[in-house]
Structures are given as C-alpha cells and as structure tokens.
C-alpha cells in the first residue's frame, strides 16, 4: 500500500496543477490581459507593438550605453515589425560600484554594481513634446574568489550586461503601460 500512494499523491498534484493553470488561462482574457509581441485576430501586430517599434532609440554613451541600446533595440523591434518613426528615446544611463565585505587586510569579496536609467520619450513633432518619462534603477553584484582578477574582469562584465538587459525591460514594460493607457498617442505625429 505505501508503494503506491506517491503515485497517487503525484497525480493529485499533478491534477491540482493543471486544474489551477486551465482556470488561470481562462480567466486572463477577462482581466485584460493580452500579449503585447502577440498578433491581434487579423494577423496586425498588437498596437503596443507597433508603437514601441516607432521609437529611435538616441545615442547611449560608453560600452554599457550600447548594451543598453542593443537591448531596448531588440525588445522595440520585436519580430521585425516595420512602422515609420514617431518618437525619440533620450536616456542618461550610468553604473556604479559599491566594494562590500571589506576583510581586516582591507581585501574586497563582493562587489555591488548599480545601473540607473533616466529616459524621456519625445514625439518627432517640431516642438519634440516630451510624452512621458520614467526612471530605472537595478542592482547586481559578484563575489571575488581569491582575488583572481581575470575572472572578477569576467563577472563584473556579466554583470554589467545583464544588468543592461534588466534596465531595458523595466523601460520596455513602462512604455508598453504607457501606451496601452493611451492608445491617442498613437496619432501623434
């Protein structure tokens, strides 16, 4: 008897697990939820979609600027969607280093890196109208294991890409907000 009641404790789980994700599929539609990089019912590109892939994306300076802007480039242009141009995204993006665990013989073990973004979308109109901003703020970090500096040059670069990638979703997800919020700017120019 005891052989075969994880078996049966398993397919209970498993039948819970799937009951819960059929009812949470259902009720998604009913919230409002709807994917942004998905098609609508007549194959269009969502308009969120369509209006992330209207942003050019202005210059980001020194090397972790450009992983930033490759990843915003990469999240707007979801899918190759080809819209003509309607706003300009400015952001000011900077890294910093914080040294943490200080030992007696004042080696570092673990340093802290800090990614802080502040952008401004503006229309292309005449008077470039700035719609909307926001700001974005990520932390990250890696230990340093015997003081090896190749490889803490290894993890701090890590570090900073993936950090980029972080940053460039919290913009992506505010942008999409913004316009599924106010779907007029899409006549903006």
């Not at 979801?78 to 300009?88: E, S, T």
């Not at 952008?119 to 700035?130: I, M, N, Y």
Request: charged share 20%.
């Amino acid at each position: 008897m005891q052989d075969h009641a994880p078996p049966l404790l398993l397919s209970r789980r498993v039948l819970l697990s799937a009951a819960a994700s059929l009812a949470s599929a259902l009720a998604l539609p009913g919230c409002g939820f709807s994917p942004v990089y998905a098609t609508t019912a007549n194959g269009d590109p969502a308009p969120e979609a369509v209006d992330l892939a209207a942003i050019t994306i202005g210059r980001i300076p020194d090397r972790s600027g450009q992983e930033l802007s490759e990843a915003l480039q990469e999240r707007f242009n979801y899918g190759g969607v080809g819209v003509a141009r309607r706003y300009d995204l400015d952001v000011n993006y900077s890294i910093g280093e914080e040294s943490v665990g200080i030992q007696p013989d004042t080696s570092v073990t673990y340093q802290r890196v800090i990614a802080n973004a502040t952008w401004t979308l503006r229309g292309q109109d005449p008077a470039h109208t700035v719609i909307t901003t926001g700001k974005a703020h990520a932390i990250d970090g890696y230990n340093f294991i015997d003081q090896q500096f190749f490889d803490s040059t290894l993890e701090d670069e890590k570090v900073r890409w993936r950090l980029s990638r972080t940053i460039a979703d919290m913009i992506t997800m505010e942008l999409i907000a913004y316009f599924k919020h106010h779907p007029a700017s899409t006549d903006a120019s």
